[in-house]
């Protein structure tokens, strides 16, 4: 008896711990998406107390790691055959199935309701609509149909900044819409990147990412078409009142070097390129967000 006791602890303390529930939040991703909820927060006109700003962004954070974890819950069957996903909490044991699926949809709940009761229910309408896009929409219905799953699907990411927004304003104005459009077309050049250099990944998968399905070199074409599109968009806010004279420039000088990529990856026979323009629209997408903050907290409004 006394050893039974003594195996089920150490079974315990080799099973889940809370740093695996924390990965199960996808928290490295997540990061950069509740910086742009914050940013919506920050650049929407009219006041918020700083204690329910705290607690909309505590929602954005959990509401965004509850529907990784889902995703990762629905994703377990793949994630265990692709390299860069293999050693997550569930194909690795760590974790049960049901415990992730009840640890999201738990976190969820609370997020939207948190955000409804606190906030506002305009923006606890949009967390929800966001982590229902994430959750039903990219991972259970295109992810695994469509190389436009990321495209469609890749909406969910670009909701952060209306959430924020709205948190302050209560409602959805034409500078929120322009920050989701602006994700919204970042998104493909990021994800194809990555795509591209882990093609084999999708492939051993059967998933249909776009490098998958068409091929590198016209994925390469298509994500130059995006950066292309996206410069005019990402200059745009400081023609709305959410940006000045200093955003601009600065969205101008990134969105060529956004381009610059795209054109060397179009260019390359092998992965390098690719490497490095992942590893810069990150870098991209915070520096804008990061500028549009500084330049309204430092000089102030434009409206
Ligand atoms: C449907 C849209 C998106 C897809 C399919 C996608 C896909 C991915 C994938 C597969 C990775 C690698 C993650 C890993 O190795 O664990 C990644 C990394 C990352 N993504 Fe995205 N992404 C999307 C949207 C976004 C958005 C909207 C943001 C932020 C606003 C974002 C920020 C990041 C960051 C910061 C990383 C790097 C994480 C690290 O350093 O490990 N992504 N993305
Ligand atoms: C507020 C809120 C609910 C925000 C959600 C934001 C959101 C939808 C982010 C999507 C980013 C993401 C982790 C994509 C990964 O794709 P994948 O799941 O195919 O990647 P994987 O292969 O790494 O699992």
């Known amino acids: 008896m006394t050893d039974m006791t003594s195996d089920l602890t150490l079974d315990h303390r080799g ?14 991703v997540m990061s950069l998406v509740v910086f742009t909820g914050l940013a919506g927060i920050v650049l929407a006109p009219g006041h918020i107390h700083p204690f329910l700003a705290a607690v909309a962004v505590l929602c954005i954070a959990v509401g965004a790691g509850a529907s990784g974890a889902i995703n990762m819950w629905y994703d377990r069957d793949i ?63 295109l992810k695994r149909r469509t190389p436009q799953n990321i495209v469609i699907g890749g909406a969910a990411g670009a909701f952060p900044p209306m959430i924020g927004w709205a948190a302050v304003t209560g409602g959805v104005d034409l ?23 882990r093609n084999g990944d999708y492939t051993r998968a059967g998933v249909p990412m776009m490098p998958v399905v068409a091929g590198a070199a016209a994925t390469k074409r298509q994500m130059l078409a995006y950066t292309l599109v996206l410069l005019p968009v990402a200059a745009a806010p400081s023609f709305v009142g959410i940006a000045g004279p200093v955003y601009l420039a600065v969205s101008l000088v990134l969105g060529l070097m956004f381009v610059a990529c795209a054109v060397r990856v179009l260019r390359a026979a092998d992965d390098g390129p690719a490497k490095k323009m992942f590893g810069f629209s990150i870098l991209y997408l915070f520096l804008l967000f990061a500028v549009m903050m500084a330049e309204r907290l430092i000089l102030g409004g434009w409206a």
């Open 15 to 28: 099973g889940a711990s809370a740093g695996d529930f924390i990965e199960l939040l996808k928290p490295r």
């Open 175 to 197: 500078p929120s819409i322009l920050l989701f459009l602006l994700i919204f077309l970042w998104t493909p050049p990021h994800f194809w990147a990555l795509a591209l250099f």
């Open 79 to 141: 994630d265990a055959v692709m390299t860069r996903t293999a050693k997550r909490p569930i194909p690795s044991g760590r974790v049960e199935p049901a415990e992730a699926l009840g640890f999201g949809i738990t976190l969820s709940v609370l997020s939207v309701v948190v955000m409804g009761l606190a906030v506002n229910w305009t923006a606890a309408a949009l967390l929800a609509l966001t982590i229902g896009f994430y959750v039903l929409v990219y991972t259970m219905w």
